[in-house]
């Protein structure tokens, strides 16, 4: 397992990479790389970095564990114990559930990517996707709320409560969501693409439930993945573990995902159902994935965040024996482009969608920056579904897609993100 790690990451220009693997009980684990570009530290399997969005299946964890105890009921309106939430429209404000936030069916918007005193308040600021229930976008703002309403019904504070109900019980000991505790630890340092040391370390403390701050190790990350595959491990009941894996809604899009659960996305793997999250920060990238028929945990994180999907990628198809399957693009025509031409929204970015001679294209404006992309092909897939002709997600190498209603297209969704129609 080093020997392909070391090669795949190499090849990808990986500067520090960790695997862990996890079958019946038995941890594997390897590390290649070094740490930190400017020290010359080496990378080892105790070494810390941070895991972006994955964090959001641990505040998923801790949502179901209030389920468990009977302090939240997923159906019931969050606002019942969040009586500050404030979001754009009232009625969604009335009736968002922990569901629709768990399952990225809020419609509320990703979110701003800065640190506020208080983040719920910059929610009243977003305008509403659709209607809480009515489709899919990704959202870390969604997780956001998730954190706050365990904060609120715990007591603590969403760090204390994941180390109290997560950490502890399964015993993690290479993981943490505050910096003052990293100077006990060996802790990697992100790496952009020319090899040079990110800086600054991350972007926000107000997101770290969504996963701005939480920093592991993958032996760690798979050890935490375990419990999805052990019935709950006695962090929850066997039966909030079993609600997590029940798709909640299907993505318009199948590069990203292609259903989504309680928490964590669902794939396909030659035929193998696959349940996890991935995620990439300033300081690493990372991805957990489990398979519950046959009991493997596989856990990847790096330090060179625009690498760590294509190096997660190569490792899960070793390791699985297989990988997701998707149709590839026969021409660059769209037979009726109408319904998809606009120009769509969201919170930090504009698109602006068009066709030319049966070419659809689409520009992307970035609205902190004002940077405006050349005009990019969108392929046809199949339906209302296309593959951008230059990447538009950072390596990630996703899809696009459009929802339609009444044959005019309401919604655009980059990989998982959304962006509603404006004009």
């Known amino acids: 397992m080093e020997e392909m790690l070391t090669e795949a990451a190499c090849r990808l220009g990986v500067r520090g990479a960790q695997v862990a693997v996890l079958v019946g009980g038995e941890l594997r684990e390897a590390a290649t790389g070094i740490a930190n570009a400017e020290l010359g530290t080496p990378m080892d399997a105790r070494t810390l970095m941070q895991i972006g969005s994955t964090t959001k299946l641990h505040t998923a964890v801790l949502v179901m564990s209030l389920v468990d105890e009977g302090l939240l009921d997923l159906d019931e309106p969050v606002v019942r114990h969040l009586p500050e939430l404030r979001l754009s429209d009232q009625a969604a404000t009335a009736s ?70 997560v950490f502890e019980p399964l015993g993690l000991r290479d993981c943490t969501t505050l910096w003052d505790e990293l100077p006990y630890h060996r802790v990697a340092v992100g790496h952009a693409p020319d090899g040079s040391v990110v800086r600054p370390w991350t972007f926000s403390r107000a997101s770290g439930p969504a996963g701005s701050t939480l920093c592991s190790t993958a032996g760690d990350l798979a050890r935490f993945g375990e419990l999805f595959v052990r019935g709950g491990a006695g962090v929850l009941s066997a039966e909030a573990c079993a609600a997590m894996h029940v798709p909640q809604v299907s993505l318009p899009t199948r590069r990203f995902a292609r259903e989504w659960c309680l928490g964590p996305y669902r794939r396909d793997f030659g035929g193998t159902a696959v349940f996890g999250h991935s995620g990439t920060n300033y300081g690493g990238s990372s991805t957990l994935l489990w398979a519950p028929s046959t009991g493997v945990v596989v856990g ?124």
């Open 96 to 165: 968002v559930t922990a569901r629709h936030l768990l399952s990225m069916t809020s419609g509320i918007d990703n979110g701003f990517y800065d640190d506020p005193a208080d983040y719920l308040a910059t929610l009243s600021r977003m305008e509403m996707l659709f209607a809480p229930g009515d489709g899919y976008s990704y959202s870390n703002a969604s997780t956001v709320v998730s954190g706050a309403l365990v904060a609120r019904l715990t007591g603590l504070s969403w760090d204390e409560a994941l180390r109290r109900r």
């Open 300 to 423: 990847v994180v790096c330090n060179t965040p625009h690498a760590g999907y294509p190096l997660a990628a190569e490792v899960a198809a070793e390791v699985l024996g297989a990988a997701p399957y998707d149709v590839e693009p026969v021409t660059r025509l769209t037979a009726d482009a109408e319904p998809y031409v606009g120009r769509y929204a969201a919170c930090d970015l504009r698109y602006e969608v068009s066709a030319v001679d049966g070419v659809l294209t689409v520009t992307l404006e970035e609205v902190a920056s004002g940077r405006v992309s050349p005009p990019v092909a969108l392929l046809p897939l199949e339906r209302d579904r296309f593959l951008p002709e230059r990447d538009l997600s950072g390596g990630r190498g996703w899809d696009l897609a459009f929802v339609v209603r009444q044959g005019r297209a309401v919604r655009l969704v980059s990989g998982g993100f959304a962006a509603r129609r404006m004009a």
